[in-house]
């Protein structure tokens, strides 16, 4: 049975990255009620500046003051950093403190804290909110942004019951419906059902911008190309790090959509109407019955 909130006041929460997913974080413990204080670790003044402007944040410290005065760390920076953070943080993490993190990949991230972090990784319970936006930046951040979302987290062995618990409230605090799976089961679903979509949406607004007629083409977009894109707008340096933290699975997933594309290029080649149908309506139906689940 999971735990809801174990403790009602969660002390000062530090956010390492205070983006779409770190600000809206900040706004949505405020309004919970469950944090004395929330600090705010940044590479840019003018995004902690937007933080702290419109309330996400109550002050900003560097990623050593955080660790020395936060009961809660969550590192909501691209996946590729959390190693330098977890390098910084480890002399002067607290025993009292626990980290956590909203990385879209989560082997890479576990493999770095395991040998950054040491004895103390037992500290560290990752995590993956299901949550976001095709914009980034504090100024993207919505309160609700968890509210009905899923959160996966990916236990340690060395995580006791007490400390998950209290990690799986915290998520639970911001409206999140909270998960728990195994680190490869979550890189290889993800590796589907996120990483894929949004290497495909780059990609078609590369191959369109590489086009001759480029400005013709995104003269004349429609609803249809502007939904298949619109995560094309999310963080560049997020998603090239998510594809290198999940090389394996992302490309395992990437030869079998190019599998499917080439027997679609087939069928069409060959004027194979039929065929076309049947795949279509098989996709067609699954993505009704998404809608319906």
Known sequence: MTIINP??????VSIVG???????????????????????????????DQ???????DGVVDLVEAAKQSEVIVLCMPVAQMRAAFEVIEPHLEPRTMITDAGSTKGDVILAAKEVLGKKVCQFVPAHPIAGG???????AKVDLF??????????????PED??????????????????????????????SHLPHLLSYALMASVLNSEDADQKLGHVGAGFK??????????????????????????????????????????????GAGLEKLFNQASKARQDLDGA
């Open 134 to 140: 095709a914009q980034h930046g504090a100024s993207a």
């Open 51 to 57: 933080a702290q402007k419109m309330a996400a944040i």
């Open 147 to 160: 509210q009905g979302k899923q959160t996966i987290i990916c236990p340690l062995q060395e995580n006791s």
């Open 227 to 272: 939904d298949f894109t619109r995560i094309a707008a999310s963080s560049p340096e997020m998603w090239r790090d998510i594809c290198l933290g999940n090389r394996a699975a992302i490309l395992k997933e990437l030869d079998q959509y190019l599998l499917i594309v080439t027997h679609m290029r087939k069928l069409i080649a060959e004027g194979d």
């Open 18 to 48: 205070v983006g779409l997913i770190g600000a809206s974080l900040g706004l949505a413990l405020k309004k919970a009620g469950v944090v004395t204080k929330v600090l705010g670790v940044g590479r840019s003044k003018e995004n902690l």
């Open 164 to 193: 998950i618990a209290l990690i799986i409230g915290f998520w639970e605090s911001v409206g999140s419906a909270v998960k728990k799976i195994g680190s490869v089961q979550h890189d290889a679903i993800y590796a589907a059902v």
């Open 7 to 12: 403790k009602s006041n969660y002390g000062t």
